[in-house]
T-cell receptor, first 109, second 117 residues
Framework: GQNIDQPTEMTATEGAIVQINCTYQ??????LFWYQQHAGEAPTFLSY??LDGLEEKGRFSSFLSRSKGYSYLLLKELQMKDSASYLC??????????WGAGTKLIIKP | GAVVSQHPSWVICKSGTSVKIECRSL??????MFWYRQFPKQSLMLMAT?????????EQGVEKDKFLINHASLTLSTLTVTSAHPEDSSFYIC?????????????FGPGTRLTVL
């Protein structure tokens, strides 16, 4: 079956760095997305990785290892507004998104 | 570009009534749209894939006669929750893929919060 695993909840301190991990098992693989979702709002796109390696975009970076079925989202210089849920979604062979349950990130002052 | 809108943003209705939610792609034509449901503190659950000009493809466990989907044009898909009950109260989100973009990125509408009394 297809499966995405990510931690349910994480807590970090304002100004610090946090890494949110995601492991996936899919039928075929055509990339992996990270989305941010604030409470009561729709998800917004953060990153897309299809090749191994690190993609850096400002304070946010995303890493992919296809051989390990593993990705992480790295958030630097955390701000209070980064408190949100972070959703990992892998693209399977039919180009459908397989969603993780999301990681709720709590930022403390 | 790639903006998706939803209407209404929220709706409260009585049990037994039907509710229609619209999803529009504002600056592109979407041959495929997706309908998701999200319960509190849970992730997105794909309900169905809506294809312009053809019948929607429903995920296992989603009643097609209860959740009617119509994708009549390249910019509009509608979801009608028929005979809504309190357990249908949820956050409904649509998304669309931009054709020929070369990726599977989905652009999400702002969501519709449905409360059934």
């Amino acid at each position: 079956g297809q499966n995405i695993d990510q931690p349910t909840e994480m807590t970090a301190t304002e100004g610090a760095i946090v890494q949110i991990n995601c492991t996936y098992q899919t039928s075929g693989f055509n990339g992996l997305f990270w989305y941010q979702q604030h409470a009561g709002e729709a998800p917004t796109f953060l990153s897309y990785n299809v090749l191994d390696g690190l993609e850096e975009k400002g304070r946010f970076s995303s890493f992919l290892s296809r051989s390990k079925g593993y990705s992480y989202l790295l958030l630097k210089e955390l701000q209070m507004k980064d408190s949100a849920s972070y959703l990992c979604a892998a693209v399977d062979s039919n180009y459908q998104l397989i969603w993780g349950a999301g990681t709720k990130l709590i930022i403390k002052p | 570009g790639a903006v998706v809108s939803q209407h209404p943003s929220w709706v409260i209705c009585k049990s037994g009534t039907s509710v229609k939610i619209e999803c529009r792609s504002l600056d592109f034509q979407a041959t495929t749209m997706f309908w998701y449901r999200q319960f509190p503190k849970q992730s997105l659950m794909l309900m169905a894939t809506s294809n312009e000009g053809s019948k929607a493809t429903y995920e296992q466990g989603v009643e097609k006669d209860k959740f009617l989907i119509n994708h009549a044009s390249l910019t509009l898909s509608t979801l009608t929750v028929t005979s809504a009950h309190p357990e249908d109260s949820s956050f409904y989100i649509c998304s669309a893929r931009v054709p020929d973009r070369g990726s599977s990125e989905q652009f999400f509408g702002p969501g519709t919060r449905l409360t059934v009394l």
